[in-house]
Each structure stands twice: as structure tokens, then as C-alpha cells.
T-cell receptor
Framework: EAGVTQSPTHLIKTRGQQATLRCSPI?????VYWYQQALGLGLQFLLW???????NRGNFPPRFSGRQFPNYSSELNVNALELEDSALYLC???????????????FGPGTRLTVL | KQEVTQIPAALSVPEGENLVLNCSFT??????LQWFRQDPGKGLTSLLL?????REQTSGRLNASLDKSSGRSTLYIAASQPGDSATYLC??????????FGAGTRLFVKA
């Protein structure tokens, strides 16, 4: 069974540009989560999508946005890139919360975004 | 606001030693707690998930316990091996279903 996949593996952008990161969840999972892991800051929760809806977001500015498609894959968009957006962006998926509290998260390999 | 702390920040042990990693959290109203390992520059590998109603979970040489009332979890690794060298993260899922991670414990097992 395929795990969570993310693309691209690496992304290099310049300040002010937009970045689009993609994530495909494990088959059968309806929840997708995005996290940012910046150097020295640890893993920070960004966004949570479930059944196509945004359920919660972390303490990030509105230029971080995303969506979830009908096939449950997801896209994270970062507008007006700043140098401090350079980080490893991790996507995770799980069964939906409607199925109870058993919602173990499984992570993809991440997209390394570098902003120059 | 939930805060998750992991102690120690780093640990170096000889191969074969049993060890304990600690995770504490400030708000006991949690849904579950999950332990992960992360190899340098890579994604996270799920090790164990403990639901709020459970006290412990075991997988192979790993055993994780949860004491919600005291806001603590421990990850016990038996007979450590060099392949166990990684950063170990605990993550707590609580209010709003947000997941809050600790900063991790960097483990180095010497052959």
C-alpha cells in the first residue's frame, strides 16, 4: 500500500513569488494535515483538511492557504514568499475524525522549500 | 494553550542499553498522543499511538505509557541499537483537534 506522497521534493523560489506544494494521502484517508518544520523552530501545525473542508489552522498568516480536492489530495499555497518561509513542509494523512478518535497520522517525506 | 516539552533534548548511550524518553504536556484534555521518529532531513515515522483512554502501547522493543492526569508520557526503548539513532518526537492532539509537537529528543546509540 502506497504511503503519503509529496511533490516536489525540493523547490527553490525567490522572495515575493508563490509556491505550490502537493500531497496525496494514503488510500482511504480523508484527513490531510500540513506542518512546517523550520530550522530551530520545531514542527508547527499549519492546516487541517477533512472531507474537503478546512477544519482548523495554526498561527500562520493568511498568505498560507490550501485546499483539498474531491480525491482527498491537497495543495498548500504560500503567497508573497519571505526568506523565513524556507523550511521542510510535511504533509500527513489519517482516517477522518468522524470515525472516532483513532486518527493515527502518517507522514510523507516532505518538500524542502528554499526562498532566496 | 497546550505546550509539549521533551526531556532530555539529546541523549548518547552505548548499544544494548535500555532508555527512557520523556514527554510532558500542560493540558490534560487530549484525544491521543503519538510518538514518532525522524531521521535527518526526512519525514516522520509513526511509532506508537496512545488513545486518551489507554495507559500504554507496545510495539516490539518500544513501550509507550500515558498518564493524562499528570500530563506525562514516556517512551521506553529496550536493548538500544545503532539503528535507533534518530530524533524522537511526541505529539499531542487536543482542543480543536490541533496536533502540538514537542521539540524532540536527539538519540545517538554508539556501537
Amino acid at each position: 500500500e502506497a504511503g503519503v506522497t509529496q511533490s516536489p521534493t525540493h523547490l527553490i523560489k525567490t522572495r515575493g513569488q508563490q509556491a505550490t506544494l502537493r500531497c496525496s494521502p494514503i488510500s482511504g484517508h480523508t484527513s490531510v494535515y500540513w506542518y512546517q518544520q523550520a530550522l530551530g523552530l520545531g514542527l508547527q501545525f499549519l492546516l487541517w483538511y477533512d472531507e474537503g473542508e478546512e477544519r482548523n489552522r495554526g498561527n500562520f498568516p493568511p498568505r498560507f492557504s490550501g485546499r483539498q480536492f474531491p480525491n482527498y489530495s491537497s495543495e498548500l499555497n504560500v503567497n508573497a514568499l519571505e526568506l523565513e518561509d524556507s523550511a521542510l513542509y510535511l504533509c500527513a494523512s489519517s482516517l477522518g475524525t468522524g470515525l472516532g478518535t483513532y486518527n493515527e497520522q502518517f507522514f510523507g517525506p516532505g518538500t524542502r522549500l528554499t526562498v532566496l | 494553550k497546550q505546550e509539549v516539552t521533551q526531556i532530555p533534548a539529546a541523549l548518547s548511550v552505548p548499544e544494548g542499553e535500555n532508555l527512557v524518553l520523556n514527554c510532558s504536556f500542560t493540558d490534560s484534555a487530549i484525544y491521543n498522543l503519538q510518538w514518532f521518529r525522524q531521521d535527518p532531513g526526512k519525514g516522520l515515522t509513526s511509532l506508537l499511538l496512545i488513545q486518551s483512554s489507554q495507559r500504554e502501547q507496545t510495539s516490539g522493543r518500544l513501550n509507550a505509557s500515558l498518564d493524562k492526569s499528570s500530563g506525562r508520557s514516556t517512551l521506553y526503548i529496550a536493548a538500544s541499537q545503532p539503528g535507533d539513532s534518530a530524533t524522537y518526537l511526541c505529539a499531542v492532539r487536543g482542543g480543536g483537534f490541533k496536533t502540538i509537537f514537542g521539540a524532540g529528543t536527539r538519540l545517538f546509540v554508539k556501537a
